[in-house]
Nanobody, 122 residues
Framework: QVQLVESGGGLVQAGGSLRLSCAAS????????MGWYRQVPGKRRELVAA???????NYSDSVKGRFTVSRDNAKNTVDLQMNSLKPEDTAVYYC????????????????WGQGTLVTVSS
């Protein structure tokens, strides 16, 4: 079974920075995309940033230029560096990975972390 463990959330003032980290563990053949989503109460979970194993990245328009996603394929980790944080960035951030579990390729499944709260005060 594949698990994602997140760390790095917390409280920060507007304009500050935080770094989120996520590590995948378990029996993993390969990971395709890995990234971060966020959700506030009453709203849908939305993509923040993601990176493929080949190094392609995708960002939400609301975070472009402020957030940077980075992967370490060898360690099965993904980080999210968040700079110039705004109160509207306040949300629960979820790590997400598209994983082929096991010891050979048998298709991909989507795995989610438990979420970490980021609060940006004005």
């Amino acid at each position: 079974q594949v698990q994602l463990v997140e760390s790095g959330g917390g409280l920060v003032q507007a304009g500050g920075s935080l770094r989120l980290s996520c590590a995948a563990s378990g029996s993993i053949f390969s990971i395709n995309a890995m990234g971060w989503y966020r959700q506030v109460p009453g709203k849908r979970r939305e993509l923040v940033a993601a990176a493929t194993s080949g190094g392609l990245t995708n960002y939400s328009d609301s975070v472009k230029g402020r957030f940077t996603v980075s992967r370490d394929n060898a360690k099965n980790t993904v980080d999210l560096q968040m700079n110039s944080l705004k109160p509207e960035d306040t949300a629960v951030y979820y790590c997400n990975a598209v994983v082929s579990p096991g010891t050979w390729y048998a298709g991909y499944v989507e795995v989610w972390g438990q979420g970490t709260l980021v609060t940006v005060s004005s």
